[in-house]
């Protein structure tokens, strides 16, 4: 297999893996909004007015994060702000740490308080520097297979071919 094409297959299983993540995790919360309001409360850091709308937006961005790198289409962008996404909960995770908070992050469901030894900060935040490298590469190298992008990229047209 040439380069080009083993590179290609890498970026799709990286694009399907974080849609797949993003869908997962968008649809839990979506599901289930008393227990994001209740995971995004419990990292005390914004107003509660504030809460309430990322509670309320954040299922729904994540979807859509999802469907688009799912389809492939707009891959570069969408994995551009999967990545800011990511920065944002690993900070949070992070800071709840240094602050000594004892909290489930919510990521995949659940989240608010739990018990100090019920803690995985360091699971939590490598399990999302490893998402954040999926986005990465897909940033540097957004194309792959079975895309929309590619599908919608305009190609010139040879002579004898039709447009």
Known sequence: MERGRILDVIG????????????????????????????????????????????????????????LLLIGLGT?????????????????????WARGLSIDCGCFGGGGQVAPDATAYGTEVLRDVGFLLLAGWLIVRPHTLFALDGRLESRPVRSGERN
């Open 76 to 96: 570069r962008a969408a994995a551009a702000l999967a990545a800011v996404v990511l920065v944002v909960f690993i900070a949070g995770v992070v800071q709840a």
């Open 12 to 67: 799709t299983l990286a694009r399907l893996g974080l849609a797949a993540v993003w869908l997962v995790s968008g649809t839990i919360k979506a599901v289930d909004p008393d227990q994001t309001y209740i995971a995004v409360r419990a990292y005390d850091v914004l107003p509660t007015g504030v809460v309430s709308v990322v509670a309320t937006v954040l299922p729904f961005l994540e979807l859509a994060l999802g469907v």
